[in-house]
């Protein structure tokens, strides 16, 4: 023990006496001051704080191999894991005693991600290293961009935040109308319904409702109406629902004017309501209803119309009794001649054989009266009249007996017109074709259609 003792006590003296020998050469050499500084870590004394890298590895290396990594001049360099980061790749132990530059690692960290407007993300690790955050939109929008984005080594995100677009269109619900059934005389139905309010997906902020067809409180006519209401939102999606409505018209079985009669309805003719009304032209007379109504059974009310021949009373005792028979129904032509061979007699009858069409259309009758009493006869067609009442009814109207004449009696029972001669029929038709009932009378033909076609 006495000998390391005695080592010991050597090894220090031989320190002490270099250290001091050192000194004194230093007194005679430039920048003695550093030379002296320089000279302490030959001894191998500690200088700086040891280093301690947590998440990296560090590699020293001393000016002179000493075997402490922390005397002064000591060059570290500092190696981090993947993700981490130091202030300086190599650090260098100063006189001060502190390493050159912080040398710590620290985790690699990206800027802090902006939030997308309506919408956010989330990451799996904050902003650092490796982390990788999801974007998300708020409902109603949709994602434009990049879905994801990772912090990369740089510092930098692998990609930009996304935008949240307002994509999906706004919804609208149309309402559901049943069929419709016109109402009592009308060939429309009015039809309620409350308009349609559009839901947004996004932020909620959408324009008027816009509808296409006839709007809500409106009289629709019988058919199929198509109808849709569209809706924009701020964004100008477009969203639209269609509806449709059908309007139904309750009718009857279709009716007909009656032979030699016409008929006249109001509406549309055979609808719930209608009502038919029935005329019979001159000398016809109307059996059954005079007017009838379509009910709701879809039945017409009232009996059949018919317009059956006037029947006329060739028995009755004056002129007046066989005249009052036509009044307001026919017109009269009385053709008297002295006798049948008479010449104008025969050319005015041949005449208007071929215009029996033309008289039965302007309701005219003739009458004739041949010869002179007691001999005479009277003839309205095939129903003959008695000598006494052929003489009544010349002296009622004033008719010569011994010469030809034809009357004109209107409707009304007046003497129109007097012809001592024989006319056409045409002219005779464009006489009548001015009187003024006759006039009325044209517009009804002509909308049934009633002519002669010759």
């Not at 939030?115 to 990451?123: Q, R």
């Not at 999906?168 to 009015?190: F, M, V």
């Not at 002295?338 to 010449?343: F, I, V």
Request: with cysteine.
């Amino acid at each position: 023990s006495k000998r390391w003792e005695g080592f010991h006590i050597f090894t220090l003296i031989k320190e002490v006496f270099l250290g001091f020998y050192s000194l004194q050469v230093s007194a005679y050499k430039p920048h003695s001051n550093v030379t002296a500084l320089s000279s302490l870590r030959f001894l191998g004394t500690p200088w700086c704080a040891p280093i301690k890298v947590k998440h990296g590895d560090v590699s020293c290396r001393t000016p002179g191999g000493e075997h402490y990594r922390n005397v002064m001049g000591t060059r570290c360099k500092i190696r981090c894991k993947q993700g981490y980061e130091s202030q300086s790749s190599e650090v260098v132990c100063m006189a001060s005693k502190h390493w050159s530059s912080n040398y710590a690692c620290r985790e690699i960290r990206c800027p802090k991600l902006n939030m997308p407007a309506n919408g956010g993300y989330k990451c799996s690790d904050g902003s650092y290293f490796n982390s990788r955050c999801e974007f998300f939109c708020s409902p109603g929008f949709s994602l434009k961009g990049q879905k994801t984005a990772t912090c990369q080594y740089s510092k930098a995100w692998s990609a930009g935040v996304p935008t949240c677009v307002d994509m999906d269109p706004p919804k609208i619900k149309c309402p559901n109308l049943k069929d419709k059934w016109a109402e009592p005389g009308k060939l429309t139905a009015r039809v309620t319904w409350d308009t349609s309010e559009g839901v947004d997906t996004a932020d909620g902020i959408l324009t008027d409702v816009i509808l296409k067809g006839k709007p809500s409180k409106s009289d629709f006519p019988e058919g199929l109406h198509k109808m849709s209401y569209t809706v924009l939102d701020r964004a100008g999606n477009k969203g639209s629902c269609r509806f449709s409505l059908r309007v139904r018209v309750r009718r009857c079985s279709a009716l007909f004017p009656p032979d030699n009669g016409y008929m006249k309805c109001d509406s549309d003719g055979d609808n719930y309501g209608a009502t038919c009304e029935f005329i019979c032209t001159g000398g016809y007379e109307l059996r059954g209803s005079a007017a009838r109504v379509c009910q709701y059974g879809l039945t017409w009310s009232g009996l059949d119309t018919t317009c059956a021949a006037m029947n006329i009373n060739v028995g009755v005792r004056t002129a007046a009794a066989l005249l009052d028979q036509f009044y307001e129904k026919r017109r009269l032509l009385i053709i008297s001649a002295p006798t049948a061979a008479n010449h104008n007699y025969r050319f005015q009858m041949t005449n208007l054989q071929h215009a029996q069409c033309g008289l039965d259309l302007r309701h005219v009758t003739v009458i004739e009266l041949v010869g002179t009493y007691p001999a005479q006869i009277g003839r309205i067609r095939h129903r003959l009249l008695t000598p006494l009442l052929s003489l009544k009814l010349r002296l009622q109207l004033q008719i010569p007996q011994r010469s030809f004449q034809m009357v004109l009696v209107d409707k009304q029972g007046m003497d129109n017109q007097r012809y001592p001669f024989p006319i056409t029929a045409a002219e005779l038709f464009t006489t009548i074709d001015t009187f003024p009932l006759r006039k009325d009378e044209m517009v009804l033909q002509q909308e049934a259609g009633q002519t002669c076609q010759s």
